[in-house]
């Protein structure tokens, strides 16, 4: 079942998995949506997750994230570590593919 986004602005989750160190979400960005600049620490924990891009807008939703690891569609990145937002979808819609888990340890910047 989709459901709104943790962060409110108009995109959507359908998770696809849910253990106590790793999830998995398929996540919607319909017009009009986007996700602010934000941090996700698991507090004891470091925290990874794999992003891959089903289908791209047509303009806007663009994943901005510094030190990311890309290559094409997939996106390996430290969300407790590195700030990161999408841009507003300005037309279609985004899918992605969302996977991510956890290891013991402090998160140091």
């Known amino acids: 079942m989709w459901e ?51 289908r791209r807008a047509v303009t806007g939703g663009d994943f901005v994230c510094g030190r990311a690891r890309r290559l094409g569609r997939v996106c390996l990145f430290r969300p407790d570590r590195e700030a990161h937002s999408v841009t507003r979808i300005e037309k279609g819609t985004r899918y992605v593919f969302s996977f991510g888990w956890t290891l013991p340890g402090e998160t140091r910047v």
């Open 4 to 54: 709104p986004g943790r962060q409110g602005t108009g995109y959507d989750k359908f998770q696809l998995l849910d253990l106590w160190f790793a999830d998995a979400y398929l996540l919607r960005f319909p017009e009009g949506s986007h996700v602010p600049e934000h941090t996700d620490v698991v507090p004891g924990r470091r925290h990874w997750r794999l992003n891959v891009v089903l």
